[in-house]
């Protein structure tokens, strides 16, 4: 008798009360034995919901001239869920740094400024630029060795992307994905010799880190379908690539504006044009996430000059062996903010991180705050949460003395809700609101510009540049490899 014969033999009741006593660790990977198993360790809810990432906390918010991402964390409630009971804390200071006291990149000596920059994030765990992979709820890290891969062979660079799910698996992996550069004018043999080539190749080689195996290896993935281009075709397009993991699936989206769909389970890819089709001088702000129905991805106009806030959004059908686009939500968001001026209470809270850090002045207790606090998961479908606004939405930009231009001000995307259809947006980089995409509802969640930011910036009138996206903790202390 195989394996799972014998498994499926054992009184249910018995083999839960042996799977009960598994660290969750391995709990995760028992699932992946056989189905008998996976079913007795799903229905007898065996992972518990509040150590896994399940619930969303806040949002990470990165300032390009921060040494550290701010944390935006939800506030307390006296109704605390199982699965919000714990407060989490954003502040990555614990990290071992070569400057400790460097605030910002005009500081000098400070070496490893860019070291906290966050380069992808996936069900609770962080890559840092450092190849560092950290679990901020529990504290705990892994530092990667050195990749194989090689940049700067011709237009060729790699972009890493990280791979974890723990209801799968206790480990997670590291994809370094090849990608163009966004300008090459290079004339060297390598360049001329790729410029009408596919691209991506039809086998696409990637080096992938598994922290089961604590190495790198080379990994091959074979195209289905057509290629995006030739290497020549995709020299300019969008600044960033961006990645979501779901269901086995890593959605990449490239920065010669296309979409790798890589199937983990057979090691193959295909390319998938997005619904929207722009060059950099549209200054389109693209995002892809993951939200309540899969994968989401909005492109917004939203900058100067502002005559109109297009926002439109799509979601990825995979239905019935099909690809498509369908648009879930189009709209001018210069109506909906028409007439609204924005006020009210925060209702998360920022936790100041770089201020409290590097700040003589600044108060212990400021950086306790979203730390000493029960988070619990946000109701944002309650109507009495939404707040009401009056006045004009111009008169929120009209402060050029502290902020510089009110001609650089404008809305960003800062990332969907992983579980509804909600999407965050910045306003001016001070105001983070929630955006419902069914009834076009709108809150005011807080602010997200750090205390006395001009204090880490070198010129007062530059735009500011930021990065962002949504957090939801992973309780599981067990970390592969933990330092």
């Known amino acids: 008798m195989d394996e799972e014969g014998q498994a499926a033999h054992l009184p249910e009741d018995v083999l839960a009360a042996v799977l009960r006593r598994v660290p969750p660790r391995w709990l995760a990977a028992s699932r992946c034995v056989c189905r008998a198993w996976r079913d007795a360790v799903d229905g007898r809810r065996l992972l518990r919901a ?27 409630s006296s109704s605390s869920s199982a699965a919000g009971s714990r407060a989490v804390s954003g502040d990555l200071s614990f990290l071992p740094s070569a400057s400790p006291h460097c605030g910002h990149i005009w500081h000098e000596g400070c070496v490893d400024f860019e070291d906290y920059n966050i380069k992808d994030h996936c069900n609770g765990l962080l890559l840092l630029h450092n190849n560092c992979v950290v679990n901020p709820a529990t ?44 300008y090459y004018s290079g004339d060297d043999e390598i360049y001329l010799s790729m410029e009408q080539s596919e691209w991506p190749p039809s086998l696409c080689k990637m080096y992938v880190f598994s922290s089961k195996s604590g190495c790198w290896e080379e990994r091959c ?3 289905e379908g057509d290629a995006a281009g030739t290497v020549s075709q995709m020299q300019a ?3 960033r690539s961006m990645a979501v993991y779901f269901r086995g699936v890593l959605y990449v989206y490239c920065i010669s504006n296309f ?33 309540k129905k899969g994968l989401y991805i909005v492109a917004s106009d939203m900058r100067w000059p502002r005559d109109k806030y297009l926002l439109r959004v799509w979601i990825l059908n995979e239905s019935c062996g099909q690809v498509e686009w369908m648009l879930k939500h189009y709209i001018d968001l210069k109506h909906v903010l028409a007439g609204h001026h924005f006020y009210g209470r925060d209702q998360w809270i920022l936790e100041d991180i770089n201020y409290n850090l590097f700040r003589s002045s600044g108060s212990q207790e400021d950086s306790k705050k979203a730390t000493t606090k029960e988070n619990t998961e946000w109701n944002s479908d309650e109507d009495d949460n939404a707040l ?42 001070r105001i983070c609101l929630a955006y419902h995409l069914n009834g076009s509802k709108i809150e005011d969640l807080g602010n997200i510009y750090p205390k006395e930011y001009i204090y880490f910036k070198d010129l007062a009138n530059e735009h500011e540049k930021i990065q962002s996206f949504p957090y939801t903790p992973c309780w599981m202390e067990e970390f592969p490899g933990n330092n």
């Open 221 to 223: 993935f074979s195209r």
């Open 388 to 429: 009401n606004y009056v006045g004009m939405i111009e008169d929120y930009y009209s402060d050029e003395d502290h902020y510089g231009d009110s001609r650089n001000a404008d809305l960003r995307i800062l990332g969907f809700h992983p579980y509804k259809e909600i999407l965050f947006l910045s306003a001016s980089e």
């Open 259 to 291: 979409l790798m769909r890589i199937s983990l389970s057979n090691n193959t890819y295909s390319v998938i044009k997005p619904p929207v089709d722009h060059t950099v001088e549209d200054r389109l702000d693209i995002n892809i996430g993951r939200s």
């Open 50 to 76: 509040d150590l896994l990432p399940l619930s969303l906390s806040g949002l990470f918010v990165h300032f390009d001239e921060h040494k550290y991402p701010e944390f935006l964390a939800r506030p307390s």
């Open 237 to 239: 397009g969008y600044w």
């Open 139 to 182: 504290r705990r890290w892994n530092t990667l060795p050195t990749c194989p891969a090689k940049d700067g062979i011709g237009p060729v660079m790699h972009r890493a992307h990280l791979v974890y799910d723990p209801m799968v698996s206790p480990h997670y992996e590291v994809f370094q994905i090849p990608t163009l550069y966004r």
